[in-house]
C-alpha cells in the first residue's frame, strides 16, 4: 500500500506527484516501491517504519525547483529538501514526517564559480566534495576545502547543517557568504551584498545591511538553498601535523584545559579532534576480533587496541598550516606547554608546498572513516549524539563518564570523544549498530532519548541531531516557554503558510502540523 | 506645537506618555522642548526637521522595558531604542520616523558578568566601551576588548550596528554570543544555547540548534536587545605595531593587494585602516590654519599636512596580537613582502606583558577621534558613508578616485580611506561639517545621495547607513525586486503587527507606513 502524507490521500498524492512529472519529467519522479525504501535512512534499523517518503522528485534545476514549490503549495504536499542525502547518522535521505517527498537537489550540481582572486567558489546543493575537489585539482587551483570525516555528502548541505573539517577552514557554516534561496513560495531571494544585483562584493562581505539572513536557513526549513556563496582557504605555504597520545582517561582534564586555551589564544587555528582506541580500531578491523562476551566491550580490551596500534587512552593530532616558520613558532609553543605535564614527545610530519600530499590530508575527501560501520558486522549503521561544552577539562571528563556509564549499561560500545572549536568543545558520541539486529537498534535509540535528558539535566544540549530526536532536542531548549520554538514557528507560518517545506526539521511544525503535536 | 508621530494626537500620545510614566516613574519620561531638542541627532545640521523624537523614555530595567513595549503596543506609539545614542555619524539618538518616541536605554548598564575562563562577557545595552574597560583594569582582569576608533557609544549597541576595532576582535559583529531579546510584544527571547535554561555552553557555541536568530536583531527592527554575550580577547603576550607610509595616491594600488593577501593568509589579523593626511590634520588643527580659498583642500594643500606630520600620502598601520615570537615571524613575511615593492621601512614598536600600554592602544576606549568634527569650526559634525569592497587595489584605487571626484565637486574636503578586514574592505568617507552652515550641510547631503547611486552603479553598496540614508540604502538591494526587504517586511509584520518597534530602520517598514512609501 503506497505512503500517504499525513492528511493527503492516495489520489490527491498521485495528481501531486502527476503534476510534478509535468515539470520534471516522469522520469525524475521516484515513487515505486523500490524508489520509496531507497530514500529512508541509510543507517536506518531495518524494523523501525518511521520517517518513511512517500516518493521523491528530482528537479534539474533553480527554475524546475521553483515550480515544484508552487505544485506543492497548491496541492498542500510536504517536500523535504536533500543536498546529496549523505548525512548519515543524522537520517540521510529521510524527512522527518513519513509521507514526506523527498526534493533531491542532486541533479542541481553545478559548480558556478571559483574565483581564485577572492578564494570563493559559488555552489549548487548537488555538488559533492569529490566534486569540487576534482575540479580543484584538475585545474591545479591553489586553494584548499575543509572536509568532514566522512567527506561523501554535499558542500551546500554539509555547511547547512553547521558541519565541521580540520583546517583553519573547519567551521563551515561560518564560511558561508551569501545565499540564493527558493522560499516555499517558490520566490528567489540572495541574501548578504548578492540582495544587491550586480554586487561585486558578493563574495567578500556576508551581512549585507539590515538583519542577515544567512543563518535562518541553516539547519531550518524556511527556504531551499539554490547557491551556496563560500570561502576556500588560500593554499598555505606548508603545514605541520603533531600527533599526541594521552595514557589515562583521566589525562583529559589537563589536555582539554590545555588545548581550549591553546584555541583561545588561536596559536591552534584548526579542529583537533581527540579520540579513543576503538574509534582506531573500527577503521579497519571488526568487533568480532577483539571480543565476543556479554556487553559493551570492556576497557582491558580497549587498551588491548591502544597497544596494538600505538595509542593512547585518547589520542589526537594538532595542525598548523601557513608559512613554515609561523608554524614552527607556535609549535614551540605548543611543545612548551604539553611539556609541563608529560614527557610525551609529540610525532611530528611536516609538508611543504610543491610536495606530494601526505596520506590522510585534512582537505582531501574521503570515506575512509565510514569503514566504522562494519564493526558489528551485517548491513552496519551509525547514529550521532553531538552536545556542545564549553572548553574545560573537568567538564568533559565529567561529560565523559557520565555518558560512559550509558553505554555501558546500555550494552553498547563506547564510541566517543571531542572536537575542539575556538571556544567551545563538542562531545561526538557516534552509536555502531547492526541495522538488522533489533534488540541493538532498539537500545541505541532508547541510549540516545536517555542521554539527550542526561546531558540536559547536566546543562548541555546537541547542535545538530538524528531526524528521530529532533523533536527531543528541540524540545530542551525551554527558556520562557520555548520562547524560540515559538518564535521560528512564527515565522514558519508567516513563510509557509501551506507548512509544505521540511515540516519537523529541527522541531519546527507549521501550523496545520502543530494541533497533533505538542501544545506550546 | 509638540510633536505626535505619524497617525497619532497629541491627546493620544499623551495618553500614551502617562501609562509609560506609570512604568518608569515620571522622570524618566522626556517630553519636553529642550528634552525633545536633545534627543535629535546631535549632528544633524542644525536647519533640517527630519528625524524629530516626540519624546523619550528610559526604562531601567528589562521588566520595565517589556512593559513599555506592551504599552506602545495599546497606543500603537512608534518607539525608536537607542543603546547610549552615540552612532556618531549616523544619527545618533534620533530615529528615522519623526514622531517616534526615544526608548533610551542607557540606564540598563550592568555588567552582569565577566567570565575569565570562557573569556566572556554578558552587557546590557547602556554598558559603555569605558565602563568595561574601567571594570577590566579596575579588577585586573587579564581579557581585552575591542573599540572603534570613537568609543563614547555602548558595547551591545556597535556590535549590533556593525561596528568594528583593531584588535583580532575587531569584526564586533562577529563576537556576538547569545542575546536576550524583548520582542516586539514585549515577551522574551534568548538565542543561541541561551534557549535552553542553565545551558553551560550558552558563552561558548553561538548557534544553538536550528535556525540561529543572532544577526537577525542585528541593524534591525525585529526586538530589542536586553542583554548581549559578547567574547573578549585573552590578554595577548604581546603587541607588536608596524607603520608604514605610502608616498603616492596610486600606491594604493599594489599596497591593498598586498594587505589583501596578508589578511587573507591570517599572517595579519586585525583590521588595517589606510587614510590620507587630513584625517591626521584633523585630529589637531582646523581647517582655517591651512585652506581658505574656494571649495575642497587642494591636493598641495594636503601635501603640506603630510610633510608637515611625516605620513605618506596613504599612512597605516599594522598591529599583531600574540606571542612575541610569532609575531616576530609574521613581521618578517610581511617586511619581505613589502620590500619587493618599496624601499621604505616600517616604524615598528613593541609592547610586552607587564609593560605599561602604549599610547593610543587600540584596546584602549578614547574619543580622540572625535577632535576632527571641529575641523570647519563652528558646531562641528559628520556623517558616514561606507561602501563594502572586495580585496584588490584597482578597484579600491577606482573607487577612491570616482569618490574623491564627487567631494571635489561638491566642494567638501577629501577624508576617506579604506579599513581591510580578513575578506574585504570598506571604504570608509567622513563628511565633516559646521552643522549651522546651511550650504555646506545641503552639499554633503546631495553629495551623499550621489555618492550612494554612484557606488551602485559601480557595483557596491553600504554596509550601514544615517537615518536620512536607510531607505535609499535599502533601495540599492534590488535582486529580484527587492525580494530582501519584502522577506523583511514579511516577518516584521509576524513579530511586529502594530508596527511599533523603530520604523523605517535599515529601510524596514512596518505595515502601516507602507502605503505611504514606496509599494514594493
Not at 230 to 242: A, D, G, N, Q, V
Not at 253 to 266: K, N, S
Given at each position: 500500500?503506497?505512503?500517504?502524507?499525513?492528511?493527503?490521500?492516495?489520489?490527491?498524492?498521485?495528481?501531486?506527484?502527476?503534476?510534478?512529472?509535468?515539470?520534471?519529467?516522469?522520469?525524475?519522479?521516484?515513487?515505486?516501491?523500490?524508489?520509496?525504501?531507497s530514500?529512508?535512512?541509510?543507517?536506518?534499523?531495518?524494523?523501525?517504519?518511521?520517517?518513511?517518503?512517500?516518493?521523491?522528485?528530482?528537479?534539474?534545476?533553480?527554475?524546475?525547483?521553483?515550480?515544484?514549490?508552487?505544485?506543492?503549495?497548491?496541492?498542500?504536499?510536504?517536500?523535504?529538501?536533500?543536498?546529496?542525502?549523505?548525512?548519515l547518522?543524522?537520517?540521510?535521505?529521510?524527512?522527518?514526517?513519513?509521507?514526506?517527498?523527498?526534493?533531491?537537489?542532486?541533479?542541481?550540481?553545478?559548480?558556478?564559480?571559483?574565483?581564485?582572486?577572492?578564494?570563493?567558489?559559488?555552489?549548487?546543493?548537488?555538488?559533492?566534495?569529490?566534486?569540487?575537489?576534482q575540479?580543484?585539482?584538475?585545474?591545479?587551483?591553489?586553494?584548499?576545502?575543509?572536509?568532514?570525516?566522512?567527506?561523501?555528502?554535499?558542500?551546500?548541505?554539509?555547511?547547512?547543517?553547521?558541519?565541521?573539517?580540520?583546517?583553519?577552514?573547519?567551521?563551515?557554516?561560518?564560511?558561508?557568504?551569501?545565499?540564493?534561496?527558493?522560499?516555499?513560495?517558490?520566490?528567489l531571494?540572495?541574501t548578504?551584498?548578492?540582495?544587491?544585483?550586480?554586487?561585486?562584493?558578493?563574495?567578500?562581505?556576508?551581512?549585507?545591511?539590515?538583519?542577515?539572513?544567512?543563518q535562518?536557513?541553516?539547519?531550518?526549513?524556511?527556504?531551499?538553498?539554490?547557491?551556496?556563496g563560500?570561502?576556500?582557504?588560500?593554499?598555505?605555504?606548508?603545514?605541520?601535523?603533531?600527533q599526541?597520545?594521552?595514557?589515562?582517561?583521566?589525562?583529559?582534564?589537563?589536555?582539554?584545559?590545555?588545548?581550549?586555551?591553546?584555541?583561545?589564544?588561536?596559536?591552534?587555528?584548526?579542529?583537533?579532534?581527540?579520540?579513543?582506541?576503538?574509534?582506531?580500531?573500527?577503521?579497519?578491523?571488526q568487533?568480532?576480533?577483539w571480543?565476543?562476551?556479554p556487553?559493551?566491550?570492556?576497557?582491558?580490551?580497549?587498551?588491548?587496541?591502544?597497544?596494538?596500534?600505538?595509542?593512547?587512552?585518547?589520542?589526537?593530532?594538532?595542525?598548523?598550516?601557513?608559512?613554515?616558520?609561523?608554524?614552527?613558532?607556535?609549535?614551540?609553543?605548543?611543545?612548551?606547554a604539553?611539556?609541563?605535564?608529560?614527557?610525551?614527545?609529540?610525532?611530528?610530519?611536516?609538508?611543504?608546498?610543491?610536495?606530494?600530499?601526505?596520506?590522510?590530508?585534512?582537505?582531501?575527501?574521503?570515506?575512509?572513516?565510514?569503514?566504522?560501520?562494519?564493526?558489528?558486522?551485517?548491513?552496519?549503521?551509525?547514529?550521532?549524539?553531538?552536545?556542545?561544552?564549553?572548553?574545560?577539562?573537568?567538564?568533559?571528563?565529567?561529560?565523559?563518564?557520565?555518558?560512559?556509564?550509558?553505554?555501558?549499561?546500555?550494552?553498547?560500545?563506547?564510541?566517543?570523544?571531542?572536537?575542539?572549536?575556538?571556544?567551545?568543545?563538542?562531545?561526538?558520541?557516534?552509536?555502531?549498530?547492526?541495522?538488522?539486529?533489533?534488540?541493538?537498534?532498539?537500545?541505541?535509540?532508547?541510549?540516545?532519548?536517555?542521554?539527550?535528558?542526561?546531558?540536559?539535566?547536566?546543562?548541555?544540549?546537541?547542535?545538530?541531531?538524528?531526524?528521530?530526536?529532533?523533536?527531543?532536542?528541540?524540545?530542551t531548549?525551554?527558556?520562557?516557554?520555548?520562547?524560540?520554538?515559538?518564535?521560528?514557528?512564527?515565522?514558519?507560518?508567516?513563510?509557509?503558510?501551506?507548512?509544505?517545506?521540511a515540516?519537523?526539521?529541527?522541531?519546527?511544525?507549521?501550523?496545520?502540523?502543530?494541533?497533533?503535536?505538542?501544545?506550546?
Open positions: 500500500m503506497p505512503l500517504v502524507p499525513l492528511k493527503m490521500s492516495a489520489a490527491q498524492l498521485d495528481r501531486a506527484l502527476a503534476a510534478m512529472a509535468r515539470v520534471v519529467g516522469r522520469d525524475q519522479v521516484f515513487a515505486a516501491e523500490d524508489d520509496r525504501r530514500y529512508r535512512d541509510a543507517y536506518g534499523p531495518s524494523h523501525r517504519s518511521d520517517h518513511q517518503p512517500a516518493a521523491a522528485v528530482a528537479p534539474q534545476s533553480t527554475e524546475e525547483l521553483q515550480a515544484l514549490l508552487r505544485i506543492a503549495n497548491e496541492h498542500k504536499l510536504p517536500l523535504w529538501p536533500i543536498s546529496r542525502g549523505k548525512n547518522g543524522y537520517g540521510g535521505t529521510a524527512p522527518v514526517l513519513s509521507g514526506s517527498v523527498v526534493l533531491d537537489l542532486s541533479r542541481m550540481k553545478r559548480i558556478l564559480e571559483v574565483d581564485v582572486k577572492s578564494n570563493y567558489c559559488l555552489l549548487e546543493p548537488g555538488v559533492s566534495f569529490f566534486d569540487l575537489y575540479h580543484l585539482t584538475d585545474n591545479k587551483l591553489p586553494l584548499w576545502m575543509s572536509v568532514p570525516a566522512n567527506s561523501w555528502g554535499s558542500v551546500v548541505g554539509n555547511a547547512l547543517e553547521r558541519g565541521i573539517g580540520y583546517t583553519p577552514y573547519g567551521e563551515h557554516t561560518d564560511r558561508i557568504c551569501g545565499l540564493e534561496v527558493a522560499l516555499p513560495s517558490g520566490e531571494l540572495r548578504g551584498m548578492g540582495a544587491m544585483s550586480g554586487n561585486k562584493a558578493w563574495r567578500s562581505y556576508k551581512y549585507g545591511f539590515g538583519p542577515a539572513w544567512d535562518m536557513f541553516v539547519q531550518s526549513n524556511f527556504g531551499v538553498v539554490t547557491k551556496m563560500l570561502w576556500l582557504m588560500p593554499e598555505p605555504e606548508s603545514t605541520l601535523t603533531m599526541f597520545e594521552l595514557d589515562e582517561p583521566q589525562d583529559l582534564v589537563w589536555a582539554l584545559d590545555l588545548l581550549g586555551e591553546l584555541r583561545m589564544r588561536r596559536v591552534i587555528d584548526s579542529h583537533v579532534t581527540i579520540g579513543t582506541p576503538l574509534r582506531t580500531a573500527s577503521l579497519f578491523t568487533r568480532s576480533e571480543y565476543s562476551g556487553g559493551a566491550v570492556p576497557d582491558a580490551v580497549v587498551r588491548e587496541m591502544a597497544k596494538k596500534y600505538g595509542v593512547g587512552w585518547w589520542t589526537f593530532a594538532i595542525r598548523l598550516f601557513g608559512y613554515e616558520e609561523v608554524n614552527q613558532a607556535n609549535a614551540r609553543i605548543i611543545k612548551a604539553f611539556g609541563k605535564h608529560s614527557t610525551r614527545e609529540f610525532k611530528e610530519s611536516t609538508w611543504r608546498r610543491g610536495e606530494p600530499l601526505p596520506r590522510a590530508a585534512v582537505q582531501v575527501p574521503t570515506t575512509f572513516f565510514l569503514q566504522a560501520v562494519n564493526w558489528h558486522g551485517g548491513r552496519g549503521g551509525h547514529m550521532g549524539f553531538s552536545p556542545m561544552l564549553p572548553h574545560g577539562g573537568e567538564g568533559a571528563y565529567a561529560q565523559y563518564l557520565r555518558t560512559k556509564q550509558r553505554f555501558d549499561e546500555f550494552g553498547i560500545d563506547y564510541y566517543g570523544g571531542f572536537t575542539l572549536a575556538e571556544r567551545y568543545a563538542t562531545n561526538v558520541n557516534i552509536v555502531l549498530y547492526d541495522r538488522d539486529q533489533r534488540d541493538m537498534t532498539d537500545r541505541a535509540y532508547r541510549m540516545i532519548d536517555q542521554l539527550v535528558k542526561d546531558t540536559a539535566q547536566a546543562g548541555y544540549s546537541e547542535y545538530r541531531a538524528h531526524l528521530s530526536f529532533m523533536d527531543g532536542v528541540a524540545e531548549y525551554d527558556f520562557n516557554h520555548h520562547a524560540m520554538r515559538r518564535l521560528n514557528q512564527t515565522v514558519k507560518d508567516a513563510l509557509d503558510p501551506n507548512g509544505i517545506l515540516p519537523g526539521k529541527s522541531g519546527i511544525w507549521p501550523r496545520r502540523f502543530r494541533a497533533s503535536k505538542e501544545t506550546t
